[in-house]
């Protein structure tokens, strides 16, 4: 499966935008690369994922470079509610695959959000 | 939509007894997954449906761990016999046709 590489921690000022980065050099064309969180106590929350385009929606944008391997999730205002464990993840959806489906967690990123 | 159910939130055994933990996806999704989350391991993928047939367990630990998907509607997670090391919260989520993916709040597990 193909591996992605993020930051152990960041830290940032609330109502400041944030970029979280994330590597994922061996990338295949058919995986999707999804962002999740989890906030303290509770399980992980999708935030967003794309493909090749950049994605907006609600909660983020995701840029992903031309190349794709690598992608930045960007809070455009943190707020302290934002503060959680940041999963980068690529997602196999080559039906062909032994690995279709499979999301499989790293360590993430902790982002801290300070007043 | 009550989201994904898991029974029980909390779960207190002794070693060697069996413990079963028990997940309700969302109604219509055809995928199911159940994962694992240590401090030391992180969140750790052990096995995962669709539509009710397994695809990938390989990340089941060892032969103490089973699961079934009866139907679309219910899934177990079976212990047997548990350990101190099987400690840990158990989550459960589901998805539909490779969408986001929806958890549930975890069940934790502590084997004395």
């Known amino acids: 499966d193909a591996k992605t590489t993020q930051p152990n921690s960041m830290e940032s000022n609330e109502e400041e935008p944030v970029h979280l980065p994330c590597n994922h050099s061996?990338?295949?064309?058919?995986?999707?690369i999804h962002w999740y969180r989890q906030l303290p106590s509770q399980g992980p929350e999708y935030v967003i994922h794309g493909l090749t385009s950049n994605v907006n929606n609600r909660m983020a944008s995701l840029a992903i470079a031309e190349d794709r391997k690598s992608s930045t999730l960007i809070l455009h205002r943190a707020t302290l509610r934002d503060a959680a464990v940041y999963y980068c993840?690529?997602?196999?959806?080559?039906?062909?695959?032994?690995?279709?489906?499979?999301?499989?967690f790293g360590q993430g990123t902790i982002l801290t959000v300070h007043p | 939509d009550a989201g994904v159910i898991q029974s029980p939130r909390h779960e207190v055994t002794e070693m060697g007894q069996e413990v079963t933990l028990r997940c309700k996806p969302i109604s219509g999704h055809d995928y199911l997954f159940w994962y694992r989350q240590t401090m030391m391991r992180g969140l750790e993928l052990l096995i995962y449906?669709?539509?009710?047939?397994?695809?990938?367990d390989s990340g089941m630990p060892e032969d103490r761990f089973s699961a079934k998907m009866p139907n679309a509607s219910f899934s177990t997670l079976k212990i047997q016999p548990s350990e101190p090391r099987d400690s840990a919260v158990y989550f459960c989520?589901?998805?539909?046709?490779?969408?986001?993916?929806?958890f549930g709040n975890g069940t934790r597990l502590t084997v004395t």
């Open positions: 061996t990338i295949s064309g058919t995986d999707y």
């Open positions: 989520a589901s998805t539909h046709s490779l969408g986001a993916l929806h």
């Open positions: 993840i690529l997602r196999p959806e080559d039906a062909g695959g032994t690995s279709y489906g499979k999301l499989t």
């Open positions: 449906f669709n539509n009710n047939v397994p695809i990938d």
